[in-house]
C-alpha cells in the first residue's frame, strides 16, 4: 500500500489518493496545442456543449414521455408542450440541438478532410469519429420515431424496409427488427430503449476513444507543420510563452473554445425560440396513421443526402450505392494516397476533389428531399455518380501527389 | 500571419445558409401548391343588394321559410327538435343553431347558402340535384313575394340576433364553424359540445358512446371521419389553413369538406382558437426567447473578453 501522509489541505488529501494535480495537468495544463489553429478547431467543444444540452434535455423529456403507440403523442404534444412547465422549452432545445448537432459534425469532419487530419497516426482519430457518426445517425432516427408522428411512423417504415435488402427479399429480418409486421408497439419500445440507453452508452464510450486517439498525434494545425511538442511545450514552460509554438488547452485554448461556443450558442438560442421548424417537421404533428401515407416521404436534412444516393437507382443498385455511402468515409485514410498532411489549398488536385464533394453532397441534400420528378431526378442521378465516381477517383489523383 | 479566420466565417455561413435555403423554404415551396387568399371576398357569389328588414326575416325563418324546422334558435326561444345524436343520423351532420349565424358568416354567402347550399358550400360534386343526390338542406324557393327581398330580410334578422362582431370569442367561432364535424381534445371539445366534468365512469363512458355514434353517422355523411383539430396548428401552416378555411376545393380538390363562408374575422378567430390548442406557449416562448437572447449575448461578450486576456501573454 501507498504511503499516506497526514494531510495538509484538502486538496493535499484529494492529491494523496487521487492525484488531483496531476490528472490536471494532463488533462489541461499540460496538455499542448498548436497555436496555429483557427476557430473550426472549436467544433469538438461545441459538439460536447451540443451533446450535453442534448442529455440534459433528454433527461427531462424522458421523465414525462410515454413509450406506448396509444400514448406517445398525447405525452408528447400535451403533456409536454402544454401541461407541463417549460415542457415545451426542453422539446425545443431536444429537437434543435439534435438537427444543429449534424450541421457542427458536418463541419467537424469536413475541417478534419480539409486540413488531412486523418493522416500519419490520426487514422483513429477519424475512424472513432466516424463510428461516433454512425452512433449519432442512429440515435437521431431512434429518437425520431417516438412523438409518433406521421412522419415517425413513414420514416420508420421506409428505413426499416431498407433491411430487406431488395432483390435478397429478407422480409424475415425486416419483420425481426421491427417486431411485428408492420412498426408498432414493439417497434416504438425497442426504439425507446435503443434511443435512452444503448445508443447514447455507444456513444459516450466512443467520445471517450475519440478523445484517447488524440493523445498521442496530438491535434493537428492549419499549416500541416510537425511540431516537436516536447521542445515546444519545455519552452513554454521556462516562460518563453509568445515563442513557444504551444499552449496550454486550459486555460489558453479553452478559453478560445468558450469564446467560440458562446457565439455559436447566441446561434442556438436563436433557432430554439424563433426558429424551430426545419427541426421539428410539421408532418410529424399529425398522429401516426397506418392507413394514410404522407403525399411527401423524406428524412431530416442530415441523412438526405445519403437518401439521394439510394433514389436514383433501380432497387439493388441503389442499395448497393448507399452502402458504398454508408462505408466509404471510414476508409479515407487509406484511400488518400498521398503523404501529405497539410491543408487542400496546397494538395493540387486534391483541393478540386474537395470542393467538388462538398458541392456534391449539398446538390445530393437538395435533391433528396424535392420530389423525385423531371429535372431532379436527373440532376439527383448525376450527383449520386458523382459522388460515386469521386471517391473512386481518390486514390489516383493522390497517388501522385508531389510531396510539398 | 493572415488571420484567415473571417474568411473560413463566410464560408462556413455561405455553405449553411444555401443548404438551409435548399432544403426548406425552396423545397417547400416545390412540394406545397401556393394559394393565394381572396381575402374572404368570396367573389363567385353574388352580393346582397337589397336592404334585409329584420322582423320580416324573423316571421320567414319561424314561417315560411321553414328553418325551424331542422334548426334551433336558442337565443329566439327556439330549441333544438332532436337532439345531436338523432339529427347526425338522420341529416349527416347536426343542423347549426342559428343563434349567432349572423356573426360567424358571411352574408353574402348566408343569402346563397339559403337560396342554393350545395352550391355556396361548393360540395357540388357531392350533391348533384339532377343525379337525385339532394344536399340535406332544402332550399328555400320564395315565399311568394320578391325572393331576393325576402333573402336579404332572413340575414338581417340573423344579423340582428347575432353576437356583435367583437363579442365573438376564438372559442365561440371556431365552436360555431368548425366543432359540429370536427373535434379539438386537447380543449376537451367533441362534436356533442365540450365533454362535461363526470364524477363517475359510468356517465364518462355513456357521454363517450354518444359521441362514437354521433361520429359513426358523420363519418357515413363525410366519407371518413373529420379530423381531431388539437394539432393542426403545428402540422398546417397558418397561411394554409387560412386557405382552406376559405376553400377547401382550392387545396384539396374534391373534399367532402364543404366551404364553411366564415366572415374573414371569423376566419382569423379560427385560427386564433387553433394556435391556443396547439401552440399554448407561443407568448411564453417568446418572452422567455427574448430575456435568454439578452443572457446568452452577455456570457459571448464576457467569453471573448476572457479570451483576449488570456491571450494576450501568447503573441
Known sequence: MAHFTKATSVKDWLNQRLAVEKVEKVMASEYWIPKNINFLWAMGMILAITFALLLVS?????????????????????????DVDFGWLWRNIHGVAASVVFLIIYIHMF????????????????????????TFSAEAFSGYMLPWGQMSYWAGMVITNIFSLGGLHFDGLVEWIRGDYVPAQAFLTRFFMLHILLLPLAILGLIGLHFAALR????????????????????????????????????DFLSKDLMVVGIYLVFFFYLVFFNYGFALDPVNFDPADGLKTPAHIYPEWYFLWSYEILRPFSVNIGLMAFGFAQVIFMLLPWLDRSPNAVPASRRGAFKFWYWLLLIDMIVLTAMGKL???????????????????????????????KKV | MKNKEPLILVVVV???????????????????????????????????????????????????????????????GVAAGMDAVSAAQSYGVNPPDLSNAGAVYDAKFLAELIKNPAHALKVEHKFDAAKGQMHPMVPFFGAGGDMEQEVADMVAYLQSIAVKADELTPKMAFEEACGRCHSMKYENWTQLGTKPEFKFEKESLAYDIQVLEYQEALAKYMGKLPPDLSMYF????????????????????GTAMPRTGVTADAAHKVIEHMADAGDTKRAERESVGKMVMIYIVIFAIFALLWKKQVWRDLH
Open chain 2, 234 to 253: 403545428r402540422s398546417r401552416n397558418e397561411h394554409f389553413l387560412s386557405t382552406f378555411i376559405e376553400n377547401p376545393q382550392s387545396q384539396l380538390a
Open chain 2, 14 to 76: 455561405a455553405f449553411t445558409l444555401l443548404t438551409y435555403w435548399l432544403v426548406e423554404p425552396y423545397a417547400h415551396s416545390v412540394m406545397h401548391k401556393h394559394v393565394e387568399s381572396q381575402n374572404f371576398a368570396y367573389a363567385d357569389l353574388a352580393p346582397v343588394t337589397k336592404t334585409g328588414d329584420a322582423a320580416n326575416g324573423k316571421a320567414l325563418v319561424m314561417g315560411a321559410g321553414a328553418c325551424t324546422g331542422c334548426h334551433a334558435i336558442t337565443k329566439d
Open chain 1, 111 to 134: 475541417t478534419g478532410i480539409y486540413y488531412g487530419s486523418y493522416k500519419k497516426g490520426r487514422e483513429m482519430i477519424w475512424i472513432s469519429g466516424m463510428l461516433l457518426f454512425v
Open chain 1, 216 to 251: 498521442i498525434p496530438h491535434v493537428n494545425n492549419q499549416d500541416g507543420e510537425e511540431i516537436d511538442f516536447e521542445a515546444e511545450s519545455k519552452k513554454y514552460l521556462a516562460g518563453d510563452k509568445v515563442g513557444s509554438k504551444v499552449m496550454r488547452f486550459g486555460n
Open chain 1, 371 to 401: 420530389p423525385p420528378e423531371g429535372v431532379f431526378s436527373t440532376i439527383g442521378l448525376v450527383a449520386a455518380l458523382g459522388f460515386i465516381i469521386l471517391w473512386i477517383a481518390l486514390p489516383f489523383i493522390t497517388m501522385n501527389e
Open chain 1, 58 to 82: 433528454g433527461i427531462f423529456l424522458l421523465m414525462y414521455y410515454q413509450p406506448d403507440v396509444k400514448d406517445a403523442f398525447y405525452s408528447v404534444n400535451y403533456t409536454i408542450m402544454r
